[in-house]
């Protein structure tokens, strides 16, 4: 069922008993509203009842003066799983994050096999991360026995500082149950990615030994006192360098990181994990904010993009960076501030799921770097 056919369906039942929200069709979760003079629950109850037999679900809440009534899709139809389309983007994102792991090394990849396979360490961290996170919303979603898509891997590869993917995806073809699922969906892939960045950050900290080691090993790749063309620095984080220091590794210089595989795909690792953290509309920490807070969750969406704007300003006036311009573009017109509800609201989360919650907010707080790559001109 279609966006457009649910509204039509579901005007079919109403049949103007009630209004339809003329912004809420922005958010693809169309709700209906009417004065509660003008109507009685117990009507509405039985239009959710007609609504139901047309395959159409629907939450019913009470304001001050006025009914809310959400309709939603119950299911997007069967999951067809193309496995050769899933294999074949998995591999050519594995190719695509090689190439781009070789020429960090300073190696031709396309010379030979042999310099190719150089990026190999890079590409098995950074996929091993991504399908961790995307592995962990899927068998999230299997428990609640959602209909659900594999992941999707974009390759991508760019003659420029790129980490040769554009991350993965997957698809739910279902309705979301309930705030629990969808708590349990949402906090499930960012919680394995940033335990997958983790282990590849200890194991590349642990290996760089000590810094005589680890600045031989960076004039292997170019000159250490080069003063030609443009110095690009990777921003850090608060659990970063916290790492960094708990395996004697401060001494790393962040324009250098890149170069050391396992490192610089925790690091990116973090900085995926923080970014789908952020409790805006439909990214993971949006799920989890909206199961959380409820309704609440869009003045929390719309502050957290407040602070993304000063953020902006600060940067930019600050550092000429405009690293972050992007994300209020994206976030304004495709990933919204309003969630949509559930196919149940009334059902919450325990004090296990809310400190888990916290936890993930902790996890954005300390994963997140305020500026992530800056440009030193020489």
């Not at 679900?57 to 009470?62: A, D, F, G, I």
């Not at 299911?75 to 998995?90: I, K, M, P, Q, T």
């Not at 994102?93 to 190439?99: F, G, M, Q, R």
């Not at 790393?252 to 890149?258: D, G, K, R, T, V």
């Amino acid at each position: 069922m279609t966006y457009k056919e649910l509204i039509k369906k579901s005007r079919g039942v109403i049949k103007g008993k009630l209004r339809l929200d003329f912004f809420s069709r922005f958010y693809k979760a169309p709700v209906f509203k009417q004065k509660r003079s003008k109507i009685s629950a117990e009507e509405i109850y039985e239009l959710q009842k007609q609504l139901l037999a047309q395959s159409v679900y629907s939450h019913l809440e009470t304001g001050r003066s006025k009914y809310y009534l959400k309709v939603l899709r119950a299911s997007e139809g069967d999951v067809r799983n193309r496995y050769w389309l899933h294999l074949l983007l998995f591999l050519f994102t594995v190719l695509t994050t090689t190439i781009t792991g070789a020429i960090f090394l300073g190696r031709d990849a396309f010379s030979s096999w042999k310099e190719l396979s150089y990026g190999l360490p890079y590409s098995f961290a950074l996929m091993t991360i991504l399908l961790f996170h995307e592995m962990g919303h899927y068998i999230a979603a299997r428990y609640y026995k959602m209909k659900v898509t594999l992941p999707y891997f974009i390759p991508l590869f760019l003659p420029a500082f790129h980490p040769g993917t554009m991350g993965a995806f997957i698809r739910m073809r279902s309705s979301v149950p309930n705030k629990k699922a969808l708590f349990d969906i949402g906090i499930a892939g960012p919680l394995a990615g940033f335990a997958a960045s983790i282990f590849f950050l200890s194991a590349g900290f642990y290996h760089l030994l000590n810094m005589n080691n680890a600045l031989a090993y960076v004039s292997a790749i170019h000159p250490l006192d080069n003063q030609q063309g443009m110095d690009l620095i990777l921003g850090s984080s608060i659990l970063f360098d916290a790492m960094g220091s708990a395996f004697g590794a401060h001494y790393l210089p962040m324009n250098e990181i890149y170069h050391f595989p396992f490192i610089f795909a925790g690091w990116l690792g973090l900085l995926v994990t923080s970014l789908n953290l952020m409790p805006i509309g439909q990214l993971d920490g949006g799920h989890i904010t909206y199961a959380m807070f409820g309704d609440r969750a869009s003045k929390i969406a719309m502050l957290s993009f407040g602070l993304l704007i000063l953020l902006n300003v600060y940067l930019i006036s600050s550092f000429n960076s405009y690293v972050w311009v992007l994300w209020p573009v994206i976030i304004f017109f495709f990933i919204k501030f309003r969630h949509p509800p559930t196919m149940d609201n009334s059902v919450g989360l325990d004090l296990k799921r809310k400190i888990l919650g916290w936890l993930a907010y902790i996890i954005f707080i300390v994963s997140f770097s305020p500026i992530p790559v800056y440009i030193n001109l020489n």
